[in-house]
């Protein structure tokens, strides 16, 4: 039976996350334009004027006010841990959005961040369900794959961090899909830190894609905090079936994991794949991306969004219909060689245009 003092909890806690981004959104841009603190145009993107940066810093205020005001330190004592993790992100982000830092800093910097998520709040993977024929391993094992995860969701938001809206609007299809599941199985402390995220994150795209006079983007501020707080969730996905055995339980989570992730993950894996056969360096930006590609062909960036989005929901529709049908293994499988036509057939078009 659904708990109504729950639903009010969750609908408040959304209000103040985007009424607390959504009232500092103006405020920054004021401070952005008079220190001149723009992104400016270069040959990679996809803008042809100077936009204000620092989205995420109102992001990142509407996502810890929130979360601090309604997440039970009691009963979620890690709390304190993601809250300190993700304050680390936004430093290195904001540091990163004035002053541009070289690439093995900000790296080191989410390597610190989810090190004290995995050892001091031990937010770990500890078993893959059978995924390359793995199910329980060591701490060092789990303390390795973790660490890549959280590396690789963190850095795969910021890689699609490339046209308007794109990194907001498949964090909050992704943040949905966490904060209703974990709902449902009435883990409520994660479906606030979802909640908390997706307020600020709506606040955020009212401005980045509706408003012309002040229209900002997110930097990497707000791209590092959401792959931060996707990566909890995403591990607590995987955990949480590994102890819970019910209706909502799924037994192949990590395949599950890759469809609901698909697009900032596989993007990731691609992208970096190509840089190093290439020789290219992995973190050197460039027009690889599915969203460029999708502008190569023709699109504009609004119908290049829809296309993506769509593109991921169908995805966690496909993963979610078959989780009681398809082996780890198998539906991992599925999922990479669907991922892999698609982006061929993108190719092909781009070739041909």
């Known amino acids: 039976m659904i708990n109504i003092e729950y639903i009010y909890t969750l609908i408040l806690c959304f209000i103040i996350s985007f009424v607390v981004a959504f009232i500092s959104i103006p405020s920054i841009i004021k401070v952005v334009r008079y ?11 996809v803008h042809v004027l100077k936009v204000p940066t620092l989205g995420g810093l109102a992001i990142f205020a509407g996502f810890v006010i929130s979360l601090t005001i309604f997440a ?10 993601i809250i300190t993790a993700t304050i680390i992100m936004f430093f290195i982000g904001i540091k990163d ?18 090190i004290i998520i995995i050892i001091l709040a031990d937010i770990r993977f500890t078993n893959l369900f ?3 024929w793995i199910f329980d391993f060591n701490y060092f094992f789990s303390f390795s794959v973790t660490l890549l995860a959280f590396l690789i969701i963190i850095n795969g938001f910021n890689f699609i961090d490339g046209i308007d809206g794109l990194a907001a609007s498949i964090g909050i299809l992704i943040l949905t899909i966490f904060g209703i599941w974990f709902f449902l199985i009435d883990y409520f402390q994660l479906t606030i830190l979802s909640i908390s995220l997706i307020g600020a994150l709506f606040a955020f ?6 408003s012309k006079k002040n229209k900002i983007f997110m930097g990497d501020t707000g791209s590092l905090v959401i792959g931060l707080v996707v990566s909890v969730l995403a591990i607590k996905f995987n955990e949480v079936n590994v102890v819970e055995n019910g209706y909502y339980t799924i037994e192949n989570s990590p395949a599950v994991l890759f469809g609901i992730l698909i697009i900032p993950v596989y993007d990731l894996i691609r992208v970096s794949f190509f840089r190093y056969f290439l ?8 027009k690889g991306h599915i969203h460029h590609q999708l502008l190569a ?15 991921n929901l169908l995805f966690i529709i496909f993963v979610f219909s078959t989780s009681k049908i398809l082996s780890t293994q198998r539906m991992l499988l599925i999922v990479f060689v669907l991922a892999v036509i698609l982006t061929y057939i993108l190719n092909i078009c781009v070739r041909k245009r």
């Open 130 to 132: 059978g995924l390359f």
């Open 279 to 286: 020789g290219k360096p992995i973190f050197k930006a460039d």
């Open 35 to 45: 220190k001149n603190l723009y992104d400016e145009p270069e040959n990679r993107s």
């Open 297 to 311: 062909i023709g699109f504009t960036q609004r119908k290049a969004l829809k296309i993506i989005i769509f593109i």
């Open 97 to 114: 959005d004035i002053l541009i830092i070289a690439p093995i800093t900000k790296l080191g910097g989410q390597i610190i961040a989810s």
């Open 205 to 210: 795209l009212y401005y980045n894609l509706f």
């Open 72 to 81: 039970d330190s009691i009963k979620f004592p890690e709390m304190q841990f």
